[in-house]
T-cell receptor, first 112, second 111 residues
């Protein structure tokens, strides 16, 4: 079983719709991250959380919100999706001691 | 500002050696990571350097010079499956320890 899972893996939605991307991990890590990846731009940090009661904005948080429901779960929401949020979204986790980030398989989102 | 530079693309021959360079300018430094990413897949961790010098892991080695803001990833005995993007990422200073990623180097291994 994968250590970091993301659902859905692919999603097509329309402008203005609210959608949620979910991430779960079985690695026991306390830190979780959401990134988006666009061609030619590399990985950009959206939000990160160092524990259940800690939520922090990353470089590009506008238009997004997150929820850390438990140590193992970190969800990303697009309140009102727009076409330029079309991208590949990755969740990642890390352990406080080591800090290497481990990535989920990604969610490919298309906003029409 | 914070900046990480890598070549956009490289081409190499199966069985050869290739070196992918990364230069960085960041606010603080707490380590440099290399990740491999095949098209449409998740980045996977390759190596981590926090002190100057060379770290070797099988066919892959990574070098760091903190004074020069420079790292390279060395891939030996190239295989076709090594065709992928290679991402350089720096962990900055301060309490957050966030990773800053370069845009990646797309390596094509040819027969």
């Amino acid at each position: 079983d994968a250590d970091v899972t993301q659902t859905p893996r692919n999603r097509i939605t329309k402008t203005g719709k609210r959608i949620m991307l979910e991430c779960s991990q079985t690695k026991g890590h306390d830190r979780m991250y959401w990134y988006r990846q666009d061609p030619g731009l590399g990985l950009q940090l959206i939000y990160y959380s160092f524990d259940v009661k800690d939520i922090n904005k990353g470089e590009i948080s506008d238009g997004y919100s997150v929820s850390r429901q438990a140590q193992a779960k970190f969800s990303l929401s697009l309140e009102s999706a727009i076409p330029n949020q079309t991208a590949l979204y990755f969740c990642a986790t890390s352990d406080r001691a080591v800090e290497t980030q481990y990535f989920g398989p990604g969610t490919r989102l298309l906003v029409l | 500002g914070q900046n990480i530079d890598q070549p956009t693309e490289m081409t190499a021959t199966e069985g050869a050696i290739v070196q992918i360079n990364c230069t960085y300018q960041t606010s603080g430094f707490n380590g440099l990571f290399w990740y491999q990413q095949h098209a449409g897949e998740a980045p996977t961790f390759l190596s981590y350097n926090v002190l100057d010098g060379l770290e070797e892991k099988g066919r892959f080695s990574s070098f760091l010079s903190r004074s020069k803001g420079y790292s390279y990833l060395l891939l030996k005995e190239l295989q076709m499956k090594d065709s992928a993007s290679y991402l350089c990422a720096v962990r900055g200073g301060g309490a957050t320890n966030k990773l800053i990623f370069g845009t990646g180097t797309l390596l094509a291994v040819q027969p």
